[in-house]
């Protein structure tokens, strides 16, 4: 059974709670009210699963703070990082996708905040407010793309140049800056990093050593910092 989050509704919870999250950008005052008084607040431990992979998917969740890692098993039984989603978006909107079950687990990779709506929700949501339907769509449009370039990358990239372009990724979506470069705010292991890149646990403790006596980047037991992101971006692209 999956470890879920301790809810609780609030007397009323704020509009300034969405001023930041992208899928309602288009909505006006009144309309994040109305759904904001629908809403539910869950917040869930580090490790704890949201939803997992087959179950109904009753509900549907926005992300305030923390991080979520989603994966999946392979036939084998193998976990697949599938992916990271930072706070400001959705996550469980198996809706969105025509589906009545969870197609992956997601993971709290840090303590995190979220609100909650039925899973029946996501209908009204997308008959009452155009808005959001177009936000949503472009943020389903870059997970998508990062799944298409993700395959790519595997099919024809060395694993030097998939790491790099994973690490640039992490950046991108969990990069904070710091006083010794850009820090991946988000605990990420050598592990993740190998199941996220298709490689081996050896392969990616070489590579970032290798990386560290070049000073491009400072890692740790769950820490990673980069501090030459430019050296990074032209191995990524095969130009060193």
């Given at each position: 059974m999956p470890t879920v989050g301790t809810a609780a509704r609030p007397p009323r919870l704020d509009e300034s709670l969405l001023d930041h999250a992208g899928p309602f950008a288009r909505l006006s005052q009144a309309e994040r009210r109305a759904v904001l008084d629908r809403a539910v607040s869950c917040r869930f431990e580090k490790g704890t699963q949201l939803f997992e992979e087959g179950a109904v998917a009753d509900r549907f969740y926005l992300l305030?703070?923390?991080?979520?890692?989603?994966?999946?098993l392979s036939e084998d039984g193998e976990q697949v990082i599938m992916l990271h989603v930072p706070s400001g978006q959705l996550i469980g909107i198996a809706r969105a996708f025509d589906r009545d079950d969870y197609p992956a687990t997601a993971v709290a990779v840090s303590e995190c905040v979220a609100l909650?709506?039925?899973?029946?929700?996501?209908?009204?949501?997308?008959?009452?407010?155009?808005?959001?339907?177009?936000?949503?769509?472009?943020?389903?449009?870059?997970?998508?793309?990062?799944?298409?370039?993700?395959?790519?990358?595997?099919?024809?990239?060395?694993?030097?140049?998939?790491?790099?372009?994973?690490?640039?990724r992490l950046?991108?979506?969990?990069?904070?800056?710091?006083?010794?470069?850009?820090?991946?705010?988000?605990?990420?292991?050598?592990?993740?990093?190998?199941?996220?890149?298709?490689s081996t646990l050896h392969t990616i403790s070489r590579l970032l050593s290798n990386w560290e006596r070049k000073g491009w980047v400072k890692s740790g037991r769950r820490r990673i910092i980069v501090k030459q992101a430019h050296q990074l971006v032209l191995l990524s692209e095969g130009r060193i």
């Open positions: 305030l703070d923390g991080f979520v890692r989603v994966v999946r909650s709506w039925p899973a029946s929700f996501w209908d009204e949501l997308v008959e009452t407010y155009p808005g959001f339907v177009l936000e949503a769509m472009k943020s389903i449009g870059l997970r998508v793309k990062e799944f298409n370039d993700r395959v790519v990358e595997m099919a024809t990239l060395q694993v030097e140049q998939r790491v790099a372009h994973m690490v640039l950046v991108n979506q969990a990069g904070r800056k710091t006083a010794e470069g850009i820090e991946i705010v988000m605990p990420v292991t050598r592990q993740d990093l190998s199941e996220m890149t298709g």
